[in-house]
């Protein structure tokens, strides 16, 4: 495939000359963005970091909203995210972002566009984290994330003889903070580290109220199931999630399903219809509704993860300093609570 990898590399080299150069041109929004992305395509850990990131910037004083694209959704255009809001309407990770974080979400293939809908439904946002948003020109940005997992640049090829949606860069591009969701830097970037680890797991139904998990019912998960636990990880590197379901001391079967798996709505789910326990991430929890599990005990895990504090002043010394705002501002939509 090396070919059509070199004729991918030279469409992508020139499309970033021609933003360059300025024959193309980025559009700047009202508040500053942060982009969330990575360079290999899949699985290196952008959706915890969005999460993360909304969190710092809310902790830091700004009011933060996210745009994504929303991977799968069928609409044309730009939607605004609503708890009820179904996943076909706007992807699994959007639905869980604005669950997780509480922050508005404008999800749309055009960012620009999202953006301004986001900023006009929602005018106390002062800055906007796009997620997956790396390879987006058209939007400006004031910072980006660079986010790798322990594969790094992986073979080091581009699509599609490898995983790298654009060449490795021989330095850290400017205003941009390189994190590794990884035990140490798997690329020679500099960078900071995050850690990964469970919080637990939740039934499913607590958790679409709004529960934590708590590892005590990890625990007595682990205790009670004579039986493996089936682990259903719609994720593109599950592995990773099944690892650690074992490092917690949980007896499990795998069951890898493809990345963003559309759980058929009234047909049969993945697991036997006898299963007892099934364990899954909340991006798969995002798609099952609890009334449809039948007897099977349906578990969300959660996951912890925490970039480290060079990570924090790496990336707010790129930010302007945060706008006061009232706390209640008049016309500021509704449904920005987490469910």
Not at 6 to 34: D, E, I, K, N
Not at 50 to 72: D, M, N, T
Not at 103 to 128: E, W
């Amino acid at each position: 495939m090396w070919p059509v990898a070199a004729v991918f590399g030279a469409l992508t080299a020139l499309r970033r000359t021609l933003y360059r150069v300025g024959w193309l041109r980025a559009t700047t929004l009202p508040a500053p963005v942060v982009v969330v992305g990575n360079l290999v395509a899949g699985g290196a850990g952008k959706t915890p970091t969005v999460i993360a990131v909304v969190q710092l910037l809310r902790a830091r004083g700004f009011v933060p909203g996210v745009v994504s694209r929303g991977h799968g959704r069928r609409e044309a255009g730009c939607l605004l995210v609503q708890p009820a809001t179904p996943v076909e309407q706007c992807g699994d990770e959007p639905l869980l972002l604005h669950l997780r974080t509480g922050a508005p979400v404008c999800v749309g293939r055009d960012r620009v566009a999202a953006g301004r809908m986001l900023l006009a439904h929602h005018p106390t946002v002062d800055i906007i984290v796009s997620d997956d948003g790396l390879q987006h020109l058209a939007l400006a940005r004031s910072a980006q994330v660079l986010v790798f997992d322990a594969r790094g640049a992986a073979n080091g090829w581009l699509l599609p003889a490898g995983p790298l949606r654009e060449r490795l860069p021989l330095r850290v591009p400017p205003r941009t903070v390189v994190l590794y969701n990884a035990p140490r830097a798997s690329t020679p970037l500099p960078g900071t580290l995050a850690r990964g680890q469970l919080s637990g797991v939740v039934p499913l139904a607590a958790w679409w109220r709004g529960e934590p998990a708590s590892k005590e019912a990890l625990g007595k998960l682990a205790e009670s199931s004579g039986a493996p636990v089936v682990a259903a990880a719609g994720l593109a590197y599950p592995q990773r999630f099944f690892t650690m379901l074992g490092d917690a001391g949980l007896r499990i079967t795998p069951l890898p399903l493809p990345d963003h798996y559309a759980y058929p709505a009234g047909a049969a789910l993945p697991w036997p219809a006898d299963t007892r326990d099934v364990v899954v991430t909340e991006k798969d929890a995002v798609k099952l509704a609890p009334a449809a599990m039948g007897a099977t005990r349906v578990w969300v895990a959660t996951l912890d993860f925490r970039p480290d504090a060079a990570f924090d002043a790496a990336l707010l010394a790129l930010l302007p300093a945060p706008v006061t705002v009232p706390a209640t501002a008049p016309g500021e939509a509704d449904g920005n609570a987490p469910a």
